[in-house]
């Protein structure tokens, strides 16, 4: 498994609003397994996820993309 490391200002941003890994991942619709790899750094999310994960928490989408985090991204 490919280690891309770890999204720390995710992390911070999520610690921030007391939410718990499985309630962002439930709030964005995926799994808890997979937000805690988006999270971890070993799976950039899809262009979906990205979006998902940035309404449950509240933030621009834009920021995976700037950071060459989102798969499928033109950065």
Do not use: H, N
């Amino acid at each position: 498994m490919a280690y891309y490391g770890k999204l720390e200002w995710l992390e911070k941003i999520r610690v921030a609003k007391g939410y718990s890994q499985d309630r962002v991942a439930a709030m964005a619709g995926i799994s808890q397994g997979m937000y805690s790899k988006i999270e971890l750094g070993y799976r950039d999310p899809t262009p979906e996820q990205a979006a998902s994960i940035a309404e449950a928490l509240e933030f621009d989408a834009g920021r995976f993309a700037e950071e060459g985090r989102m798969r499928g991204a033109a950065v």
